[in-house]
Structure formats: C-alpha cells, structure tokens
C-alpha cells in the first residue's frame, strides 16, 4: 500500500471515528438535557440516567467503542497532518474544492487541540468523579452526579469556557461533517445543497444544546 492509499485509509477511518462520534452527542445531549427540569425531577431523572450508563454491559461496551474512537480520530488527525507536512503537500484539513478555504477549514488542528483538551478537562470532572472520586449519594443511594455537575456549574469561568468550546466544537463539526461526506463518497453535487444545510444544522443544534445547559444551570440553578 504506497502513501497515498494509507492517506486516503486513514481518512476513512477519521470520517467514520467522527461520524461514530457525531452520533454519540446526540445521545449524550439527550441524555444532559434532563438537567433542564425542574431540580427535583432532574436530579432523580439524571442520576437514574447516569448508573444505567455506568451499570449496563451493552452500554460498556459501547462507552469502550467511543474511547478508542475519540482517541483514533485524534492520532489518525495527527498522523495525517504529519504525514502531508513531510511530504510537502497540502494539509489535510485545507479544502481545495472552493475558491478559498474557510477559516475553521484551515485551523482545524488548533480547533482539534481546543476540544481534546476540553474533553481531557471534562472526563476528570466528570467521568473520573464518578468513576473514582468520594461521591455524595440522592435520597435514593445513588451517586449524585448531578449535584457535582449543578456545583461545577456554578463557576462563571467554567461555564464560559464550556460555552467557547462549543463554539469551536461548532466550527470543528461543520468541516468534519462535509468532509467526511466528500471522503465517504457522498458529497455528490446533487446532494451537496441538502447536506451543508443538513450540516449547519446538525453542528448548531448540538452546540447550541450543549452551550444552553451550564448557561441555564449557573443562572437559574
């Protein structure tokens, strides 16, 4: 398999990590958005949400499938940055199909960078608390992860931050979304109007629900 084949292996293997990925937050949205309700109902809600997550094999199984996803995307991002940086060509993520690339087409690393860290920070707030850390427990003896979520809320820099993220996250899905169309050979010209519309609204809709929730926690919780 000579460069090029590896190239264009790798970026089918970003396009389907990412489109894995894409699917995911959607369900992890729905799954937050529980934290919207009124506080009684959204901590017996989430917190019963949170141990089936924790507590079910299939859901294990799957939560290890997007492990290895998120940390594929990333290395397969890297490597193939690399691998065009050495050979001289064009970086990956520049899209040669419009008159001009857009600017979050030609930063894509540093937006890459901004969410890993933000997933790094997230994990340990979160994933790492509940996994590992003193938890206080609901009236039920579950783990109250949503008192911890409620209280990290609470700090206006954290919410901020969150909401910057989302917004790099944005940008990051809009690219990704139409690239991996392109890479999956299903950008065609008759379908590409549908799928950037499709595209926007999917990345806004996401971001826009993740960014609303720690805005509304801070300041009606």
């Not at 529980?34 to 109902?41: F, I, S, T, V, Y």
């Not at 989302?166 to 799928?195: D, E, K, N």
């Amino acid at each position: 398999m000579n460069w090029m084949e590896r190239t264009l292996s790798r970026k089918n293997l970003m396009a389907l990590t990412g489109l894995f990925l894409c699917f995911f937050l959607v369900i992890h949205l729905l799954g937050n958005l529980q934290l919207l309700l009124p506080a009684g109902e959204a901590q017996l809600q989430f917190n019963a949400y949170s141990k089936l997550l924790s507590g079910n094999i299939f859901i294990k199984i799957i939560s290890f499938v997007l492990y290895a996803s998120i940390i594929a995307h990333a290395v397969y991002a890297l490597v193939i940055t690399l691998k065009n940086k050495r050979a001289g060509g064009t970086p990956y993520h520049y899209d040669q199909r419009g008159a001009a690339s857009k600017w979050y087409s030609r930063n894509m690393g540093i937006l890459g960078t901004i969410i890993l860290i933000f997933l790094i920070i997230h994990f340990k707030d979160f994933w790492y608390q509940y996994k590992f850390g003193q938890m206080p427990v609901d009236a039920h003896g579950q783990k109250d992860l949503y008192t911890l979520v409620v209280t990290v809320y609470q700090e206006g820099w954290y919410v901020a931050v969150y909401v910057l993220c989302m917004v790099a996250l944005c940008y990051h899905l809009l690219h990704g979304f139409f690239s991996a169309a392109r890479t999956l050979g299903v950008y065609h010209p008759r379908y590409a109007r549908g799928i950037r519309i499709f595209g926007w609204i999917f990345s806004i809709a996401i971001c826009a629900g993740f960014a609303l929730i720690p805005v509304y926690v801070h300041f009606l919780k």
